[in-house]
């Protein structure tokens, strides 16, 4: 008897186990296809950051920092791989120094100091390695447009020169390469900027705004 009721018992547990099988794989199923959709809208959509940094120019100005913000789209193709977006970034790199020889002020010589201000604009298309888990390398390329203005105050013999400030449009080129590392809700990034465009300004000579950014901030996909 106690070796039928052992059986039976088998039985009842084997049928259980068997019964409750595709409940557990439909259950995995769901999971696995829940987990697929998160990664998609992970992987693709509106692109917002803001980045902050500083400057090494090429030019003769001097080392400063810039802060900046971008939107853009990252598409759905290859996992994300492909994202367009639009920078906009502020610097105000400074130079100073004494002109020697100029006869038209006291002792032929003045003391003159030189803000560079830097609005730039920079529509980016980039190319993200989205195949390393939470660690995302990039790196794109696209035009600068530089909206400039230059002031320059000097003094000589103690008297004050009268500020002139000169304006003007550049385009130039920016090539970023940088890193997302998924931390939150978003990633945060860091990003080397390889800049250049002409600067032809009366108080800059024939200088240009080159120069290489490091960037640290923050990005979103949505």
């Known amino acids: 008897m106690n070796t039928v009721v052992m ?30 959709k998160g990664a998609n809208r992970a992987s693709s959509g509106v ?23 971008e939107a853009g789209y990252v598409f759905p193709w290859l996992n994300g791989s492909f994202a367009a977006a639009l920078d906009a970034d502020f610097s105000a790199p400074k ?11 006291p002792n032929a010589s003045y003391d003159w100091h030189l803000t560079e201000q830097e609005l730039a604009f920079m529509p980016v298309v980039m190319y993200r390695v989205t195949s390393l888990g939470a660690f995302t390398p990039y790196f794109g390329i696209g035009p600068r ?10 003094a000589s013999g103690g008297m004050t020169i009268a500020e002139t400030t000169e304006q003007s449009t ?10 997302e590392l998924r931390l939150g809700p978003g990633s945060a990034i860091a990003e080397l900027l390889f800049e250049y465009a002409s600067l032809d300004h009366t108080a800059t000579g024939a200088s240009n705004t080159g120069g290489l950014n490091l960037m640290l901030g923050y990005r979103f996909v949505l």
């Open 145 to 154: 447009i530089y909206l400039l203005r230059s002031t320059v105050k000097g």
């Open 170 to 179: 550049k385009v130039g080129l920016g090539i970023p390469a940088g890193a």
């Open 7 to 36: 059986w039976l018992c088998s039985v009842a547990a084997a049928a259980s186990l068997l019964a409750s099988a595709p409940a557990r794989a439909q259950d995995a199923g769901a999971s696995s296809a829940d987990a697929s």
């Open 47 to 69: 692109l917002l950051g803001a980045k902050v940094g500083g400057v090494l120019p090429f030019g003769g100005l001097s080392p400063n920092a810039r802060a900046g913000v």
């Open 95 to 105: 130079s100073s120094g004494t002109k020697s020889g100029d006869p038209r002020v």
